[in-house]
């Protein structure tokens, strides 16, 4: 962790009698980041510093990682949580969400679910739904790691993550992630891989009427680029960037251009969005 990363401190959330926890920096708009089923809030740290220099950024450990209280239910009651922390950080103005993978879809729905709740959204790597071979994906990671752990699926999570290639070049990287993911609540993971098998939003997507930057990384097989196009054209208000060389998790993999395609989207203090 570097001094920028340092400078976050964490707060912890009661919504009803669970805990949410954050780690919250930075001065300006307010930005709430939400990470990938295969990663964690440790996946932002990358990026965290220099938007905190620009905006006031608020890092989820989404329900059910690190010391956030896991949800028992659909993605429906992550998205109603998640809102809820929102609003529990008693925040001046709107945020804008940012979320990846997973977090993009919980993005997504609480921005359904809550149309108050974001100024706008970006979403990374994600999608309205998957065709069956992304659900049977799901459907399979979930009965190995019943059988074998997380460590059994921790191979498929990775290339999920990133290419090969940039496996082979990046090994202190991808031992970090391993570790990370391995590390997972089961019972959540188990949880999120049904919600994502069956999950199917195209026809809530008339609903988002705030601005949405879409983003995908040109490799990613965990959720293709197939699937931001039809996201960003079912939605009212939304632009679609292609992240070139990147796959799942762009902003770890490739930090100055996640940060150089979101910026103009996400605005400055000079800008007026305090």
């Given at each position: 962790?570097?001094q920028?990363?340092?400078?976050f401190?964490?707060?912890?959330?009661a919504?009803?009698?669970?805990?949410?926890?954050?780690?919250v920096?930075?001065?300006?708009?307010?930005?709430?980041?939400?990470?990938?089923?295969?990663?964690?809030?440790?996946?932002?740290?990358?990026?965290?510093?220099?938007?905190?220099?620009?905006?006031r950024?608020?890092?989820f450990?989404?329900?059910?990682?690190?010391?956030?209280?896991?949800?028992?239910?659909?993605l429906?009651m992550?998205?109603?949580?998640?809102?809820?922390?929102?609003?529990?950080?008693?925040?001046?103005?709107?945020?804008?969400?940012?979320?990846n993978?997973?977090g993009?879809?919980?993005?997504?729905?609480?921005?359904?679910?809550?149309?108050?709740?974001?100024?706008?959204?970006?979403?990374?790597?994600?999608?309205?739904?998957f065709?069956?071979?992304?659900?049977?994906?799901?459907?399979?990671?979930?009965?190995?790691?019943?059988e074998k752990?997380?460590?059994?699926?921790?191979?498929?999570?990775?290339r999920?993550?990133?290419?090969?290639?940039?496996?082979?070049t990046?090994?202190?990287?991808?031992?970090?992630?391993?570790?990370r993911?391995?590390?997972?609540?089961?019972?959540?993971?188990?949880?999120?891989?049904?919600?994502?098998?069956?999950?199917?939003?195209?026809?809530?997507?008339?609903?988002?009427?705030?601005?949405?930057?879409?983003?995908?990384?040109e490799?990613?097989?965990?959720?293709?680029?197939a699937?931001?196009h039809?996201?960003?054209?079912?939605?009212?208000?939304?632009?679609l960037?292609?992240?070139?060389?990147?796959?799942?998790v762009?902003?770890?993999?490739?930090?100055?251009?996640?940060l150089?395609?979101?910026?103009?989207?996400?605005?400055?203090k000079?800008?007026?969005?305090e």
């Open positions: 962790m570097n920028e990363q340092s400078t401190r964490p707060v912890r959330i919504v009803g009698n669970q805990q949410v926890h954050v780690r920096g930075g001065f300006g708009a307010p930005i709430v980041l939400l990470h990938s089923l295969l990663a964690d809030d440790s996946s932002f740290d990358r990026i965290a510093g220099p938007l905190a220099q620009t905006h950024v608020v890092i450990n989404l329900p059910g990682f690190g010391a956030s209280d896991r949800v028992e239910g659909g429906e992550v998205a109603d949580r998640v809102a809820a922390a929102i609003k529990g950080l008693d925040l001046k103005q709107r945020p804008i969400l940012l979320g993978g997973y993009g879809f919980v993005a997504l729905l609480a921005a359904i679910r809550h149309p108050e709740i974001a100024e706008r959204l970006v979403l990374a790597d994600c999608g309205a739904a065709l069956e071979p992304g659900r049977a994906a799901f459907r399979g990671m979930s009965s190995i790691a019943k752990g997380l460590a059994g699926v921790a191979d498929i999570a990775m999920r993550l990133f290419s090969p290639e940039y496996q082979t990046h090994q202190t990287l991808i031992e970090e992630r391993r570790q993911f391995v590390a997972v609540d089961q019972q959540t993971f188990h949880n999120a891989c049904a919600a994502l098998a069956t999950l199917d939003l195209r026809a809530d997507l008339p609903s988002v009427n705030v601005p949405v930057l879409v983003l995908v990384g490799h990613d097989e965990a959720t293709p680029p699937m931001a039809e996201l960003a054209a079912g939605l009212p208000n939304a632009r960037q292609i992240l070139v060389g990147c796959a799942h762009p902003q770890l993999q490739d930090p100055e251009l996640f150089s395609t979101i910026r103009q989207f996400i605005g400055t000079a800008d007026g969005r």
